[in-house]
């Protein structure tokens, strides 16, 4: 909660897909921490230092280090701002759902504790309800097109998209050390 030291919220993805007329769908993929807690467990894993304003301590000081950030609580995007859309999320896909609030189940990434008790909330908006179909292509087009008069504005889910399709036409270049990890987890030692 902003303000506090204590993490309270899950970092709950918000995700958001609006289908173009004959262009690639805009997709929007985000955590509601300003960056996704395996950020830190990779800089943690590399003994790596964070950036501030990543995370805090466990005594809600500001830290570059990690462990104490993994310890401590993740920093919400966008200030308190932020912080407002995170506990949003977390009634929306808790308290509507009667699922345990992140505070209250174990972390995803130990192996330690019960089976978490996750709750999601979903929603689908039918453009036809609304305006209607063609006049909601038309408004998203529309807008893709002012965004794009700028250079620089890359659109929700383009870089993803470009990976996914360099990844299958040139494969994926891994580290040893991670091949030799994911062999053994298969038992293909």
Known sequence: AWGGKRPL???????????????????????LSQVARGKLMIAARDNQPIPLGWALDADGQPTTD????????????GGVKGAMLALIVELMACALTGARFGYENESFFVDE????????????????????NDVYLERVETLVDAMLEDEDVRLPGERRRKLRDE???????????????????????
């Open 66 to 77: 990690p462990k104490a950030g993994l310890a401590g609580s993740m920093l919400p995007a």
């Open 9 to 31: 919220f899950g970092t709950n993805p918000i995700a958001a897909i609006f289908p173009r007329r004959g262009g690639a769908r805009l997709v929007i993929d985000l955590s």
């Open 167 to 189: 990844a299958v036409k040139h494969g994926l270049d891994l580290p040893d050390a991670l091949m030799t990890q994911l062999r053994t987890l298969a038992g293909a030692g």
């Open 113 to 132: 504790g019960g089976p978490a008790r996750l709750g999601q909330a979903f929603m689908a908006i039918d453009p036809n309800a609304l305006a209607g």
